[in-house]
């Protein structure tokens, strides 16, 4: 049985697959439900949008809706785009290339420190965003004016941060893959040095940082289970008892965690060290030892 939404929205029946749509270059591709079956990546289509029905590009395949989602509202794709409406796309994202030079060449022409990013240009023509980033706040009036009488359209300036600047520029992480903040992170968490202390990072360690010259957005997915696992052990300088081997317990002190192992390095009255499994170790709040 089939039903829609008010925003004509289709469910499972008419509907029942996810794909993904790029509808500019530099934004991250969307899910749209499709009933469509020989749509595939590279290809064209008309989807759902809050102003108008805009062409978008196939980025990710046909695939089946999944059951945990099938609560969520989705806009759809209505059709296979013409060949006139993909020229026409096309033909746009070209103007809008030649658009980033010629605004970042106006900008330079009047001194303004500034880098523009992006320019996106609605299809009618008579609306144009630019984004651009600065280190300091840029009084932009006068280039508004002079954009707007090149492009004959409404100019919209948005100055943007280090983080929205590399998700719009993309490019390779370290890890050798494509950044997330480009691939797949719909949002910025908050990233704190507080994450890297959590996970025994060296705070002057370069590789803390990603393309953006900001803490690693990747700092943040395993901080909550750094978390849990070192509300395990005790805290570096607590005293301790250590079983080790056939020597019975001896009294030492933490001097550091290891985390991941679940095990802490003990150092002992007699000066030496030894790292020593954590079910092997008693500390206060711990009276005995685990099997």
């Known amino acids: 049985m089939s039903e829609s939404t008010e925003t004509g929205l289709a469910v499972e029946a008419e509907a029942p697959y996810l794909i993904g749509v790029r509808l500019r270059e530099p934004v991250m591709a ?22 108008g029905n805009p062409v978008g590009e196939v980025r990710r395949p046909r695939r089946p809706l999944p059951e945990f ?10 059709r296979r785009a013409t060949d006139p409406e993909v020229s ?15 605004c970042q060449r106006m900008a330079r022409a009047k001194g303004l420190q500034m880098k523009v990013v992006d320019v996106a240009i609605e299809p009618s023509g008579r609306r144009v965003g630019v984004s651009f980033t600065s280190e300091e706040r840029v009084d932009f009036r006068d280039l508004v004016r002079d954009l707007a009488h090149e492009f004959h359209a409404r100019i ?20 050798g893959r494509q950044l ?10 908050p990233i704190s040095v507080k994450m890297a202390k959590a996970q025994d990072m060296p705070l002057t360690d370069g ?3 990603g393309n953006c010259g900001r803490l690693k957005c990747c700092l943040l997915y395993e901080f909550s289970t750094y978390g849990e696992l070192r509300h395990r052990l005790p805290k570096v300088g607590s ?16 001097k550091s965690l290891r985390v991941l192992t679940q095990s802490v390095v003990v150092g002992f009255q007699d000066g030496t060290e030894a790292e020593v499994p954590i ?12 099997p």
């Open 69 to 78: 989602r099938r609560d969520r509202l989705y806009r759809k794709v209505l």
């Open 30 to 51: 969307e899910d749209y439900l499709t009933a469509e079956t020989d749509l595939h990546v590279g290809d064209f289509c008309v989807v759902e949008g809050g102003n």
């Open 207 to 209: 590789r803390l940082l």
């Open 180 to 189: 997330c903040c480009s691939s797949h992170l719909k949002k910025f968490d």
């Open 279 to 290: 079910e092997q170790v008693t500390w206060q709040g711990r009276s005995h030892i685990k």
């Open 239 to 254: 005293a301790c008892q250590a079983e080790c081997g056939g020597g019975g317990c001896m009294q030492g002190k933490v």
């Open 88 to 102: 026409e796309w096309r033909g746009r994202r070209e103007r809008e290339g030649r658009a980033v030079e010629t």
């Open 156 to 175: 919209e300036m948005k100055q943007i941060g280090a983080r929205d600047t590399t998700k719009l520029m993309d490019g390779i992480g370290p890890c």
